[in-house]
């Protein structure tokens, strides 16, 4: 398959434990390049247009005040299959149901504060990726 990309966020409870490092790591060490990045602390209302797809759900309220409550990364990856590789690396929304070696299992604190975001299509991908980064803010 192509060389393909996908969207991430380390959120705020693995940015604040100081575990920004070793998830790149595990990112890089699963074949993904980084091909755009920054820092930045999302405001609630951008944290509700980004999970505007989201509204109705329970969870919506607190997952935006949970995800404007500190500072964030948001990064586009490259890689062979990335969004389906990508959602393999980080495991299960939910810690308790996440494979070994995951993401997730080894960093996240719990349902909502599950250490990373992935995209969940190629179409998503885009769309997330354009919402933080304009084109010179990114590889190619
Ligand atoms: P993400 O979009 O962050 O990669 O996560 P996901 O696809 O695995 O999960 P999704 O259903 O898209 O949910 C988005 C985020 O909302 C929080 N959540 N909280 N309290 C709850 O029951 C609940 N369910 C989901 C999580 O932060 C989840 O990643
Ligand atoms: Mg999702």
Do not use: W
Request: charged share 25%.
């Amino acid at each position: 398959m192509a060389a393909n990309r996908t969207f991430t966020m380390i959120k705020p409870d693995a940015f604040e434990a100081g575990n920004t490092g070793a998830i790149l790591k595990m990112i890089e060490e699963a074949g993904f390049k980084i091909v755009a990045m920054k820092a930045t602390q999302l405001t609630p209302a951008i944290a509700g247009k980004f999970y505007e797809v989201h509204k109705e759900r329970p969870f919506y309220a607190d997952l935006c005040t949970y995800m404007s409550s500190g500072p964030i990364i948001a990064a586009i990856l490259e890689k062979d299959n990335a969004v389906e590789d990508y959602r393999n690396l980080i495991g299960a929304t939910n810690p308790a149901n996440a494979a070994e070696g995951t993401i997730r299992k080894i960093f996240a604190k719990s349902i909502e504060a599950n250490a990373v975001h992935g995209s969940d299509s190629d179409e998503n991908a885009e769309i997330e990726g354009s919402f933080f980064f304009s084109q010179f803010e990114r590889i190619g």
